[in-house]
């Protein structure tokens, strides 16, 4: 931004920081990074997760309480871990704030991002590329880009080893 009138900031001045995160190793690079901004601006951080919505191919009779049972479990544990980053963020001094909402996750992070005035999104992403880009589709932090009201930084988090792990844990595979 350029110099002005009141309400003006210049480039690199943020109040509202959003980021979010699915709890996963990449995404912990994403938070890692808003934090440090966030500290270094004076501004609060805002954590958000998307429960996304779970689809059962399964007869009703099969999925019924089995399935309610275990969504309310990993509701429960998102709602657990979310507290817990947040939480440990504030004991590094950071200001905090976690939300937890449910839907497509671009779309809600885009929607949290308007509602709340942010200023910035940050967030971490796999950076894949040809093939496997062409064949998973466009990523998560892509999406968010080409809609958010407001700048994104985007970090490639490096290449994990146990980047198939993911689908041991419910919150993490569904994400």
């Known amino acids: 931004m350029t110099k002005g009138g009141p309400g003006r900031r ?4 943020y109040r509202r920081i959003l980021c979010p995160t699915d709890f996963s190793a990449v995404a912990d690079v994403g938070v890692e990074r808003a934090a440090g901004l966030a500290a270094r601006a004076g501004a609060t951080l805002v954590l958000v997760h998307v429960y996304p919505p779970v689809t059962v191919y399964a007869p009703p009779e099969v999925a019924g309480v089995a399935f309610i049972r275990s969504d309310e479990a990993w509701r429960a544990e998102a709602e657990h871990e979310l507290a817990r980053a947040r939480d440990r963020l504030r004991r590094k001094g950071v200001v905090t704030h976690a939300l937890m909402v449910d839907g497509y996750p671009p779309d809600q992070i885009v929607r949290v991002a ?23 589709g466009g990523s998560m932090a892509e999406r968010v880009i080409r809609r958010a009201p407001c700048p994104v930084l985007a970090y490639r988090a490096p290449q994990l080893p146990q980047a198939h792990g993911r689908a041991s844990h419910p919150l993490k595979a569904a994400a």
């Not at 210049?10 to 001045?13: A, L, P, Q, S, Y």
């Not at 709340?116 to 998973?136: D, F, K, M, P, S």
């Open 10 to 13: 210049k480039i690199g001045e």
């Open 114 to 136: 308007r509602r709340l005035r942010c200023e910035l999104i940050v967030l971490a992403t796999h950076g894949r590329t040809g093939l496997r880009r062409l064949l998973l």
